[in-house]
């Protein structure tokens, strides 16, 4: 058995032969001749009993699942300790080891874990769940043609199994490093439970790691995140802790890297517009970034980071020290994301304001004149290249031919999952939803049509509601002394003081950043989200604006003392004073407090919220 291994590794980690009717593979490239949209590769994922209940999530966002138990569970084992969450919503997706079969070539002891948040949760107990395969998480130097780690998306809901693949292509084609693509016939085994049942197609997609990372940029050695679990590129105060926990960085990074994000997010929601036209092209790759914004447009990729916040990395590269977003998880793309309506109103959203909700960055960026004209004439050659010159529609043609085969042989045993149980409609057909939001594009461009603004409905997380409605009332009730329902500048001036006292804890007659956010993360009221209202929330949005404060006090400092926030409440109070009587009524209050940039909305950690005290 031990001779067997060495063998398959030797077999594995060297595997000279090219794949079977490819070219040889490139020195510089060997992963290459895996991919292309006419690709479709055979694969059999063997998984032991015991391994399957242990890769069993026991979180989800759905709460607790207790897992089933095994039927080959050894009663001598050890317990296995608890797996940390993988999946952005709460999700822990455990490794185990199993064999893979690839284009006839065996690989043991692979890592598997499944992947995915929708994508996982809507396949309930069907057997086509997304896979990633980590061929050297156990056998170190094991790879697939260079490539350590492969990702086998299901296709969920997608009639033409071809959106996911398709998307990618055109990130590529706009000029944004994005993964590569290929598709794959699966079959699974599991003693008790599958043998060698065909799960189904499933679309290839390159992982980004350090080999996609050294491919695009030169060099793979600069921090990579995957934010989830907000909105928006929050800014979480000036200790690293709460950014590890959101921003997700999937390696430890150093100390310059962790500040240069903090600096990062402190220019997005507090510089002013003069420092943000002159810092941002330091901090991000605007054109990148607005052929990225291009992309998503043209596709209407909205659970992404210009929707619901996530499936997104963040690379800081290195060689210029700036930010480059790269895209993920686009299986919603193409009018399939169940917005409310028709999908067909996917189709006229408006091209000027390609986000939904706030979005502070995509604002702050397009309102500069340059960028704007930038993002739509690379909005107008995507469109040109791809639709009117009917490439996107032979792309499709082509993978559709590749893998009829295999789409007939799934349809033939296939059960349903519980996305096609949601009554979501039926989804926009794809070569009909691609001419049409050409279309769409092609008019709003020449100003022959306006677009239409799309809401995400309850899905809409950037909708941040306005200061005033919140606190204008309640912050009269608390200082108005003479309660002659107005302000002075006196009342104001005692309230602040008195809330200065208590954060100053300490008595240190300065107050630090982080004692100033504990303090506003006790008065601020806990928003509810989806009917209830996670404890982490207000202390998010204090950071927030304990950073605007401080930032609008200058140059960045350790702590303030009273006098200067002291300053600052009087500044407010004459800006909120438009008819200069010396008093605030609550319409003014109002309007001053609306003025201030709200906190982007974090929804959610990599932990479950439901954490019991």
Partial sequence: MRMLSMLCLAAATSWAAPLRGQPNRTADDPAAPLFGPDKVWTAHLRIGAQEWNDMLPTRSFFGPQPKPKAKQADPAAPPRPAAPPRGGFGFDFPYVKADCEFAGVLFQDVGVRFKGNSSYAMSGPTIKKPFKIDFNRFVKGQHLHGLKTINLANNFGEPTQVREALAYFVFRAAGVPAPRTAFVELYLTVPGRYDRELAGLYTLIEQVDKTFLKRHFGDGSGMLLKPEGFHDLPYLGPDWSPYAELYR?????????????????????????????????????????????????????????????HNYFLYLNPTDNRFTFLPWDLNSTFGLFPLPGAAAAQTAWTIHKPYFGSNRLVERVLAMPANAAAYRQHLAALNDKLVPAQRLIAEIDVMQRAIAKTVAKEAAGKKAGWFDLMLLGQPADLKTFVAARSASIKAQLSERAEGKELSLGWFDFGKRPPLGKQFARPLTLAADADQDGKLSRAELKTLVDRFLTECDRDRQGAISEKALAAGLARVLPKPALFGFAPPHLPQFAAAHYAGLIFARAGPAQAALDRAALLAQAEAFFTAADGNRDGLLDEPELTAALDAVPTAPLVYGRPVPFAAKK
Wanted: one cysteine or more; glycine letters at 4%; proline letters at 3%.
């Fill in 249 to 309: 960085p999937k390696d430890d990074p150093e100390a310059q890297a962790r500040q240069r994000l903090i600096d990062f997010t402190r220019l997005v929601h507090f510089a002013d517009d003069a420092a943000f036209r002159r810092e941002i092209d330091r901090y991000l790759d605007v054109d990148r970034f607005l052929r990225y914004l291009a992309a998503c447009a043209l596709m209407v990729n909205v659970d992404s980071f210009i929707g619901t916040g």
